[in-house]
């Protein structure tokens, strides 16, 4: 409610021409640091925390990775080339790139024979590494769709808790290795026991996270929400899947990465086309560059799996760290 007075002071002002204004607007001067008013403008629009020398701290911080790339190829090409290592065990970054063009194009299968073979193993490396993305997407996401739900049964319910978890942490402590055997006699050395082993893989850590966040929801939201007249559905959509959906993604990029790791053991038999199984017939028969080339693949495929997951989940829950 606004006072009599201040009404009146307004009506004497506008007869008098003066304009009243209850707001007012303060400029930044441009101070020349992450670009001054115009930036701090465009983090108050975005509702994003400004910092001076954000823009000069990212790009300081991508220098200092490419430095740090360079000095490892260098220092890696030195021992090479010096002949520290046998070549058989440390191949030069050149015979590297030579394994990795050769697998991606049509090439003599030996000196002086015209006969031409496509890649390795009848497959280009892409193919390859496109087939063990196809099983990571069947296994790992069948995890991720189905890890959510279960979580939130575990950890809404402690009857259903107490019955299941102790097979969940069971499942989570063994080695992929320790029952792929199992697997392949159930399914065979197709593609299914490839599918279950990722998805045995991706599962727990989806579940464990899910229960996490679902545990570590505040009572005072359940129960502020509950003064206010929501009833369950109400306080689960509003207020539980909120809160744990930042645990969820973390969950979920831990699985992921924990099935890409897993590939390797997944295409141990029958794993052609694969990028985890053509590393294992390239380390059979020592052709060390093609398994570095391979290996180097897997970890780059691992680094931009890991970033997408993790910018779709900045854009999934810009709430998480502002509650």
Not at 75 to 83: E, K, P, R, T, Y
Not at 174 to 199: A, C, E, H, N
Not at 224 to 246: D, E, F, H
Request: aromatic content about 8%; glycine content about 12%.
């Amino acid at each position: 409610m606004v006072p009599a007075r201040a009404i009146a002071e307004e009506i004497d002002a506008e007869r008098s021409g003066a304009r009243v204004t209850r707001t007012s607007t303060v400029a930044v001067p441009d101070t020349g640091i992450g670009g001054g008013s115009a930036d701090i403008g465009a983090a108050a629009r975005s509702g994003r925390r400004w910092r001076p020398g954000a823009g000069a701290g990212r790009l300081r911080g991508v220098a200092v990775r490419v430095a740090s790339l360079l000095v490892f190829v260098a220092v890696w090409w030195a021992v090479s080339a010096a002949g520290l290592v046998d070549a058989r065990f440390l191949p030069g970054p050149g015979a590297v790139w030579e394994a990795f063009v050769r697998a991606n194009s049509w090439h003599e299968i030996a000196p002086g024979v015209p006969r031409e073979v496509r890649g390795e193993q009848n497959y280009f490396l892409w193919e390859h590494l496109v087939a063990s993305l196809q099983r990571i997407a069947v296994g790992a996401g069948a995890a991720v769709a189905l890890g959510p739900p279960v979580g939130f049964v575990l950890g809404t319910s402690r009857t259903v808790s107490a019955i299941v978890e102790p097979f969940l942490n069971f499942l989570r402590m063994l080695p992929p290795l320790g029952y792929i055997g199992l697997l392949i006699v159930w399914f065979g050395i197709g593609d299914t026991s490839k599918v279950w082993l990722l998805f045995l893989a991706a599962f727990p850590p989806v579940v464990i996270a899910t229960i996490s966040g679902v545990q570590g929801v505040s009572a005072d939201r359940v129960n502020a929400a509950r003064s206010l007249g929501a009833n369950r559905r109400q306080v689960i959509t509003r207020v539980l899947l909120p809160a744990t959906l930042p645990d969820v993604i973390g969950g979920v990029r831990v699985a992921v990465g924990f099935a890409w790791t897993t590939v390797v053991a997944a295409e141990l038999n029958n794993g052609i086309p694969g990028i985890g199984g053509l590393a294992y017939v390239a380390g059979q028969r020592l052709d060390t560059p093609l398994t570095m080339a391979c290996v180097i693949v897997i970890g780059i495929t691992a680094l931009v799996l890991d970033a997408v997951i993790k910018w779709a989940g900045e854009v999934a829950v810009p709430w998480k760290g502002k509650a």
